[in-house]
């Protein structure tokens, strides 16, 4: 007998919409298919089998986050099958700082109408940031809640998890004055600082919008850029270069992330002008009246990720990395003090 509840449907959950969303999201998931996966979506266990040969000490690596007030965006600019890219690309770029391979990762979709065609275009999204950071989608959940939120309404979040040889994890142990701070380009806001960025511009279904001269595009579009995935420059960068720390500059910006890969006694001596900042985060900082000092510790100002490198490797690690397509800036240097930033 096929499973289906009129009762359960009467109340706002319709559990064949949810088998339509499988059906639907197969073909996104089987482009994340690598090495290892054991099972494909269904089951009550994603299950993988990591590959440690070689390994002398294998260490496993997670992260989980979601994409925040961000999906507000989404939600008004009816489009969905990017925001999956920001939730795996929050998690990846976190576990990637400390040198780990993501091998897989699950998601959780909450939804106040389970749409199958809505849900499938989520999951597109998510699949694509997996395809981008290597790494398989082998399981997930989409829960219904009619009643707890509105019904074109939804929240995704994830996990993922990665896997390092703990003798060769980027730790920051091997940071020291004079070490050279390469930063990697952002993609735009990413996925952080939203509710600012709403405030801002008065964000609603008519000044999504809105255009300015410094964007290329209708501001609703410019803001819902997918976060930028760094995992396969990062991991090509250590390959050839001692990568000596990593840091993803999520919310808190500069002030609160750098120091993150930093050990006691160092700080980081930022050069202002070297800074790639971003036409988006100029317009904000000018619509909004924000300081710079409030910008720098709310965004990422047009640097994803900052990675550390010895002054001796600084040229090869930027020539490697525009190899794996990231045009880096040197952004200052390593130097002793505790103020944890300071700008130059």
């Keep these: 007998m096929q499973s289906f509840s009129e009762s359960y449907k009467a109340a706002g959950v319709d559990i064949t ?6 059906e639907l999201m197969k073909k996104h998931v089987a482009r994340t298919n690598i090495p290892g996966v054991v099972s494909g979506i269904g089951g009550f266990g994603g299950l993988f089998a990591p590959d440690c040969k070689g390994m002398e000490e294998p260490v496993l690596v997670s992260g989980t986050d979601g994409v925040g007030t ?27 700082c400390c040198g780990a ?7 959780y979709i909450a939804i106040g109408k389970n749409i199958p065609e809505k849900v499938a275009s989520i999951v597109e999204g998510i699949a694509e940031g997996c395809v981008q950071s290597g790494c398989a989608l082998i399981g997930g959940e989409t829960a219904e809640h009619p009643g707890l939120m509105p019904e074109d309404e939804y929240d995704v979040a994830g996990f993922s998890v990665g896997l390092a040889d703990k003798p060769g994890m980027i730790d920051g142990s091997k940071l020291c004055a004079g070490d050279v701070l390469l930063g ?5 806001v990413h996925s952080n600082g939203f509710s600012l960025v709403r ?9 999504v919008h809105n255009t300015y001269p ?8 410019a803001l819902l850029t997918p976060t930028k995935i760094y995992v396969k420059p990062i991991l090509a960068l250590m390959e050839q270069v001692e990568v000596k720390a990593v840091s993803h500059i999520t919310g808190g910006g500069f002030y609160e992330n750098i120091p993150r890969m930093l050990t006691d006694g160092l700080s980081a001596k930022i050069t202002r002008d070297a800074i790639p900042v971003l036409p988006v985060f100029k317009l904000m900082q000018r619509v909004g009246n924000i300081s710079e000092h409030d910008m720098f510790n709310t965004f990422n100002m047009g640097v994803g990720m900052v990675v550390a490198v010895s002054k001796d490797e600084a040229d090869k690690a930027l020539a490697v990395l525009k190899e794996n397509g990231e045009d880096a800036v040197v952004l200052g240097e390593v130097i002793e003090g505790k103020e944890g930033v300071v700008f130059a």
Excluded: Q, W
């Excluded at 989404?74 to 929050?90: C, P, Q, R, S």
């Excluded at 405030?199 to 000044?207: A, H, L, M, W």
């Design 17 to 22: 919409a949810g088998y339509k969303s499988v």
């Design 214 to 221: 410094e964007l290329d595009k209708p501001l609703g579009e």
């Design 101 to 107: 391979r993501p091998l897989f990762f699950l998601d």
């Design 70 to 96: 961000k999906i507000k965006l989404a939600f008004l600019l009816d489009k969905h099958n990017t925001i999956g890219i920001d939730a795996v690309a929050m998690c990846v770029n976190d576990i990637i």
């Design 184 to 188: 990697l380009r952002s993609s735009g």
């Design 199 to 207: 405030k801002i511009f008065d964000i609603n279904e008519e000044t």
